[in-house]
């Protein structure tokens, strides 16, 4: 059985009395997409040059690909493609020349694999990476992550400038990474990017794992709003005690519920009235973010 794609043991990078990230013990298993989560300075990128040793840890260790991070770091980029979140080009070079120069680093790049990127990201190459606006000098990274069809394929806050129907091209292209077989670690702030491919989530706050689980586990267990239209005003108050409500208010002949967990016993009660309509607002990623730094701040508190 293959080694997970990454393995952190106790990783933790110190910068003297300033903090970077703490005791990370976390796996991303092959062919699935894991989203790092956490607001910026939150350690998601420290994280990612600890992995790919552009830094060393304080202590604590990382596996790549079931190579050692520090020891077998070369070996463990050939087979990584990544977009930095600070991104830097040589400035005078065109973007056919940036391209042509990573091919050549790389090695064994196919031409034609490079030039499907560049359509499908509606890339222009001909201009010097100066001339380039943000959105384009993000592509040119995401077309030589990709180029070499790597194993793992790491991105920290990928689609930065990146305008709304290249993202979902880019979308695309996360998917078929991981059908063909690779693993996508995607480190950002903005959630719904995240929300779309990710498979398993870690979030991450001031440099400390708060947790790691499946993206559709979180969402079963995060607090759903439900509004429920009665034909006639229904007293709140028997709604209160019921498992998982966690809140329920009046409005006129409406009941406003915050609901965490099933809503089994909830319907059944609510069965017991004429309904009209019910409105239910499923929680996405950020709610579900949002919801466990509020706790982990009362906790401290």
Do not use: W
């Amino acid at each position: 059985m293959a080694a997970p794609a990454i393995q952190a043991e106790g990783l933790t990078k110190s910068y003297g009395s300033s903090r970077g990230v703490v005791d990370l013990t976390f796996e991303v298993e092959r062919g699935e997409v894991f989203g790092y989560l956490g607001p910026n300075g939150a350690g998601k990128t420290t994280t990612i040059r600890l992995l790919l040793d552009l830094i060393r840890p304080t202590r604590g260790r990382a596996v790549v690909l079931g190579l050692d991070a520090r020891r077998e770091s070369v070996e463990v980029r050939r087979h990584v493609g990544y977009v930095p979140g600070e991104l830097a080009l040589y400035p005078r070079l065109t973007g056919r020349e940036s391209l042509s120069f990573y091919a050549s680093l790389r090695g064994g790049v196919d031409p034609h694999a490079v030039g499907e990127l560049v359509e499908r990201l509606d890339l222009d190459l001909d201009r010097p990476v100066a001339d380039l606006s943000k959105g384009n000098r993000q592509k040119v990274g995401l077309v030589q992550a990709l180029m070499h069809r790597p194993e793992l394929l790491v991105l920290d806050e990928p689609t930065s400038g990146i305008d709304p129907l290249v993202q979902q091209e880019f979308y695309r292209l996360v998917r078929e990474r991981t059908a063909a077989g690779g693993t996508v670690l995607l480190s950002s702030h903005v959630l719904s990017e995240v929300e779309h491919v990710a498979d398993r989530v870690a979030i991450v706050r001031e440099g400390r794992l708060v947790v790691v689980e499946d993206v559709a586990d979180l969402k079963a267990r995060a607090v759903r709003r439900l509004v429920v239209h009665f034909a006639a005003p229904v007293a709140a108050e028997p709604f209160a005690s019921l498992p998982g409500v966690r809140s329920v208010e009046a409005d006129g002949i409406a009941l406003r519920f915050e609901v965490e967990g099933s809503l089994d016993t909830l319907v059944k009660a609510i069965a017991a009235h004429e309904v009209v309509d019910v409105v239910s607002h499923e929680p996405d990623l950020e709610e579900i973010f949002l919801s466990y730094y509020r706790e982990r701040e009362r906790g401290a508190a």
